[in-house]
């Protein structure tokens, strides 16, 4: 069965560092997402992505926060200088695009630890 | 734009007994409406979900929903819980398109304990 894989399960940064947390979505899937969830909260709306370009972004994704589909099978999203706020698990998701495709597939995340 | 409220933050349970996890929503525009869960340190997992047609909708692990549009609310049920459903449920959902590109609003999130 096709999956979403991330990469890494688990970072740990110092503050004012870059990451990037990676994401390969499944092959034939058009929209792709991130997610975030902090610790004991809800999942949040970060970004998502289509026809190579951002189609939506939330309040959070500020200008700290890029996303990059750099090889046509990668999804990369990369904070530019962590802070400790930005410690949560990261989910990546993608979507098919035809009508039918109404199911967000997640991947298993990424926890993000900045010290 | 969309909301979602998950009545209960916690829910403890008896192995074989009922649960009902409630979730509500708000939208000005039609919507699809999901159950996801999450184990202990993994992801998201679809449950099941609400397109159109039958308001009862049935899903994986014996789990079902139905749909009310009067009252604006997709509650989860089971007849009889195991020991290995606990875990965190998330309500979600996303605006009807002619794209199928929109966000996913989850609520709050309801951790379902069953206990033996």
């Known amino acids: 069965e096709p999956e979403v894989t991330q990469t890494p399960s688990h970072q740990v940064t110092q503050m004012g560092q870059e990451v990037i947390l990676r994401c390969v979505p499944i092959s034939n899937h058009l929209y792709f997402y991130w997610y975030r969830q902090i610790l004991g909260q809800k999942v949040e709306f970060l970004v998502s992505?289509?026809?190579?370009?951002?189609?939506?972004k939330s309040e959070i994704f500020d200008d700290q926060f890029s996303v990059e589909r750099p090889d046509g099978s990668n999804f990369t999203l990369k904070i530019r200088s962590t802070k400790l706020e930005d410690s949560a698990m990261y989910f990546c998701?993608?979507?098919?695009?035809?009508?039918?495709?109404?199911?967000?597939?997640f991947g298993q995340g990424t926890r993000l630890t900045v010290v | 734009a969309q909301s979602v409220t998950q009545l209960d933050s916690q829910v403890p349970v008896f192995e074989e007994a009922p649960v009902e996890l409630r979730c509500n929503y708000s939208s000005s525009v039609s919507v699809y409406l999901f159950w996801y869960v999450q184990y202990p340190n993994q992801g998201l997992q679809l449950l099941l979900k609400?397109?159109?047609?039958?308001?009862l909708v049935k899903g994986i692990n014996g789990f079902e929903a139905e749909f009310n549009k009067s009252q604006t609310s997709f509650h989860l049920r089971k007849p009889s819980v195991h020991i290995s459903d606990t875990a965190e449920y998330f309500c979600a959902v996303t605006a009807r398109a002619e794209t199928s590109g929109s966000r996913l609003t989850f609520g709050e999130g309801t951790q379902l304990t069953v206990n033996p």
């Open positions: 992505f289509y026809n190579n370009e951002i189609s939506e």
């Open positions: 609400y397109l159109s047609g039958s308001t």
């Open positions: 998701a993608s979507r098919g695009v035809d009508r039918g495709n109404t199911e967000a597939f």
